[in-house]
């Protein structure tokens, strides 16, 4: 296999060397439902600034159909998407040739390239001889027969997880896994024992970690062991499998294969979107809290209208009867909605939002708030839930984004099954704490000061974060914010300026040497105290750090009885509670 796929390799450097109006950007398996669609297969990001767009694809479609049909995928299909500047060109495969798929996406960009650069191309015939090769040893029938044993089952379908080294039927509690190439013979399979568990997929550009702890603690209140996958772990009732980012489908195989699971809430990022797309293909919710700039310029993904459409990928990953929650407050989501044939539910701050009141006159699930309750209708009837004071994670009505967050976990725990007592207990139990929620706006008490660590990192969601603390009063106010270097200098001044509505008299720009992504030390730190200035902050306001931890020591040094700190935390974050309180130094 390395042989062929070397020889392959090798043909692709023709790839733009000749040309800077022609440039394979990058290349990926996709091993389920994306930005694209809901198949399987490859994926080619190319950028053409120079070129005929129009023609580039054309060229595509004729040349990856030609290399489907010489080996053999007469039935797999081939899509194209554009973007300012390039394109996603992807084509479809069976499920055990995802590797031969990338080389086969390869071939067929060759041959492209070849065509619109007026170069000499390989031989045809070599090339897809080695392609074939490639397929036979990655080629694996009973993987495809127990994939299709799985979907057609007679009395009921259920759902298949699969990627290089494992294969499993179902999930939590009703899951098998086995070796890839070690499966049984379907008719050797216990069916019976087999089944799928409530699956909720939480994505959005702000309060995903949050509404997936929230909706957990949810779970938990009904009686279930419930799991997560997020940014910082998975877990299973009170069990971390492991730390990481596992907001891709990684995690969610991870967690799904876990025998103890009965109800699983999956932080689902635009990256794992993007790579590699989403892990399942019969959730029974999905929520997509909202959409705001953030991460745009890879992938294709330039503009907030093209992340509302990776993010709305969710909708791919419901079962028919599955349902979408949304929220109604985001004009991105809105338009969004408007090219997704999903069940929606939709929720709102606004009680007489038009579209809380056109769900009710439908006959369709929606919640909203009203006065200080959250009320859920079921399609009949309104039901009150909860008081918002009564969530400690609103801070007695100020956050109005955890207002969102509760009310987008109560449509997906109703989606799930959950009971309305079950609800309102997790809602009221879930504190917005170090413990429950590490990282979102967490308080302590310091020399009489109340003290805020947050993970607020762009516009939207560190404006979300100030005017919740706006209400607050003080007698001084601190504010410590450090960015990531691969925001652009344009990024960090808009973040900034919104993090300044605090109107700090001290601000601390911590750096993030891990972080720098290109830039030099000093730079974030140079940019956020030039908007301070241009915002009307003087000098001797304005302090340097070299990290958060060692930023935050220097603010907490400095606070006083009746203060506020406001500490957005991307690094570090557990020298700093340390510092804040000592039984969270571990």
């Not at 060759?110 to 170069?119: D, I, P, S, V």
């Not at 976990?409 to 170090?434: P, Q, R, V, Y």
Request: glycine share 8%; charged share 20%.
């Amino acid at each position: 296999m390395a042989e062929s796929a070397d020889t392959i390799e090798t043909a692709l450097d023709i790839r733009c060397s000749e040309s800077n109006e022609l440039v394979l950007d990058d290349f990926r398996m996709l091993t389920g439902p994306g930005l694209l669609w809901s198949n399987v297969g490859a994926n080619l990001d190319i950028l053409c600034p120079n070129k005929n767009l129009d023609e580039v694809i054309k060229v595509w479609h004729q040349q990856a159909r030609r290399v489907l049909d010489a080996i053999g995928w007469q039935g797999e299909s081939i899509i194209d998407r554009r973007f300012d500047g390039g394109a996603n060109l992807a084509i479809s495969s069976p499920m055990d040739q995802l590797y031969s798929a990338m080389f086969a996406c390869q071939t067929a960009w060759h041959f492209t390239a070849a065509q619109l650069l007026g170069t000499a191309p390989n031989n045809f015939d070599i090339m897809t001889d080695d392609l074939n090769k490639v397929m036979q040893r990655e080629a694996n029938p009973a993987l495809v027969a127990l994939i299709n044993a799985a979907n057609n089952h007679k009395n009921y379908s259920i759902d298949v997880l699969c990627d290089d080294d494992e294969l499993s039927l179902g999930h939590g509690t009703g899951s098998q896994t086995w070796a890839v190439f070690n499966l049984p013979l379907p008719e050797d399979v216990d069916w019976a024992s087999l089944h799928d568990v409530p699956v909720a997929l939480i994505t959005g550009t702000n309060g995903k970690t949050t509404s997936t702890r929230l909706c957990s603690a949810i779970g938990t209140a009904a009686g279930l062991t419930a799991g997560i996958t997020s940014t910082e772990f998975v877990r299973v009732g009170d069990h971390i499998l492991d730390y990481g980012d596992y907001s891709g489908p990684g995690g969610a195989r991870m967690l799904l294969r876990d025998k103890r699971l009965e109800v699983a809430f999956l932080e689902v990022a635009r990256g794992g979107i993007l790579r590699r797309g989403l892990p399942l293909r019969r959730a029974r919710a999905a929520l997509v809290t909202n959409v705001a700039a953030d991460h745009l310029g890879q992938f294709g993904v330039n503009t907030v209208e093209e992340l509302a459409v990776a993010k709305f990928a969710v909708h791919r990953t419901l079962a028919s009867d599955g349902i979408l929650v949304l929220n109604a407050d985001d004009s991105y989501v809105v338009d969004e909605a408007r090219h997704t044939k999903a069940n929606l539910c939709w929720f709102s701050l606004d009680a007489r939002h038009p579209l809380i009141d056109e769900a009710k006159t439908c006959g369709l699930t929606c919640a909203w708030q009203e006065q200080d309750n959250l009320v859920y209708f079921d399609g009949k009837q309104a039901h009150t839930i909860v008081k918002v004071q009564d969530i400690p994670m609103t801070m007695g009505g100020a956050a109005d984004y955890n207002i969102r967050n509760a009310l987008g976990a109560l449509c997906l725990a109703k989606a799930m099954g959950i009971n309305n007592e079950a609800i309102a207990t997790g809602l009221c139990s879930f504190n917005n704490d170090a413990k429950d929620n590490p990282g979102r706006c967490n308080e302590f008490t310091l020399n009489g000061a109340r003290v805020f660590v947050d993970f607020a990192h762009n516009p939207h969601s560190i404006s979300a974060v100030t005017n919740a603390m706006a209400s607050i009063p003080a007698n001084r106010r601190f504010l410590m914010i450090s960015h990531a270097g691969d925001r652009s200098d344009q990024d960090i001044l808009d973040a900034t300026k919104c993090a300044l509505s605090l109107n700090p008299d001290i601000l601390m720009a911590a750096e993030l040497p891990q972080y720098l992504r290109g830039r030099e030390l000093g730079e974030t730190t140079a940019l956020t105290h030039q908007q301070a200035k241009q915002q009307g902050m003087l000098a001797h306001q304005l302090l340097p750090s070299v990290g958060p931890a060692a930023g935050a020591q220097e603010v907490l040094k400095q606070l006083q009885e009746g203060d506020l700190a406001l500490l957005l935390v991307l690094a570090e974050r557990q020298q700093v509670f340390a510092m804040l309180d000592p039984e969270l130094a571990d």
